[in-house]
C-alpha cells in the first residue's frame, strides 16, 4: 500500500505540468482562430478544455489522497469553529443552494487539524451537492452510542441506494453520471482515509423521510 500511495502522489504530481501545458496550447489555439467562423473547431476546443479540466480535478484528487498518509499531527482541534469556517468558506454556495444548518455541540478533539477539517468539508459539501431540495437542511453534531461519541452530518439530500453503501468509499466510486453530478469519486475515499487514520469507522444510513445521514467516530 505504501509503495502503491508513492507511486500515485508522483504519478499526479507529474502529470500538472503536461496538463497545464495542453491548456496553455488550447487557449493559444483560441487566440489563432480568433475572428474566424468554425462553430465545429470551437465546439471541439470547449470539450477539450472542459476534459483537461475534468483530468485536473482528477489528478488533484488522487494528490490529495496520497497526502493523507503523511505524518499525522496530534493537536486540540475545536470541531465547532472548524464546521464554522467550513460554513464560512461555502457562503456563496449556500446562499445559491437556500441551505439551512443545524449545529450540535461538537467540542474538541486529539487528532490532525487540516486533515479533520477536510473531512468535515468533504461531508458538508457532498451534504449540499447531493441535495435537489429547494430548501436543503443539514444537521452536524453528535451523540453517544454505546459510550462511544459518534459524530454525524445528516442531510434531506437525494440519499444512497443500499447496494452502494459500502462501495461508496472506494477510491473513484461514483453512484450518479458525472453530468448529473460533477466530481471524481474520490471524496468519500478521502474521508474514509482520514478516519482510518484517526482509528475510527464511518457508515451510512438513509433517513426515513429522504436524505441521508453519515456518521463516524473519531478514535
Not at 23 to 30: G, H, T
Not at 91 to 97: C, F, R, S
Request: proline share 1%; hydrophobic share 35%; charged share 20%.
Amino acid at each position: 500500500n505504501s509503495e502503491l500511495e508513492r507511486f500515485a502522489y508522483i504519478l499526479s504530481h507529474d502529470l500538472k505540468e503536461p496538463l497545464r501545458s495542453i491548456n496553455a496550447i488550447s487557449e493559444l489555439i483560441k487566440i489563432e482562430l480568433e475572428g474566424q467562423q468554425n462553430s465545429s473547431l470551437d465546439q471541439l476546443l470547449t470539450q477539450l478544455t472542459s476534459h483537461n479540466i475534468r483530468m485536473q480535478s482528477l489528478v488533484q484528487g488522487v494528490l490529495d489522497y496520497s497526502k493523507v498518509d503523511s505524518n499525522l499531527q496530534n493537536q486540540t482541534i475545536d470541531l465547532d469553529e472548524i464546521v464554522q469556517s467550513i460554513i464560512a468558506d461555502l457562503q456563496v454556495l449556500i446562499v445559491e443552494k437556500n441551505v439551512q444548518f443545524n449545529l450540535g455541540n461538537l467540542n474538541s478533539i486529539q487528532g490532525d487539524a487540516s486533515q479533520i477539517r477536510q473531512l468535515f468539508q468533504n461531508l458538508i459539501s457532498n451534504a449540499i451537492k447531493f441535495n435537489d431540495s429547494n430548501d436543503t437542511l443539514i444537521e452536524v453534531g453528535s451523540t453517544k452510542i454505546n459510550d462511544r461519541l459518534v459524530y454525524y452530518i445528516k442531510d434531506n439530500g437525494i440519499g444512497v441506494p443500499d447496494e452502494f453503501k459500502e462501495s461508496i468509499f472506494n477510491m473513484f466510486k461514483r453512484v450518479h453520471r458525472y453530468q448529473d453530478f460533477p466530481g471524481q469519486g474520490l471524496g468519500l475515499s478521502i474521508c474514509k482515509k482520514i478516519i482510518d487514520r484517526h482509528n475510527g469507522k464511518i457508515w451510512i444510513e438513509n433517513n426515513e423521510n429522504g436524505g441521508a445521514t453519515f456518521s463516524f467516530t473519531l478514535a
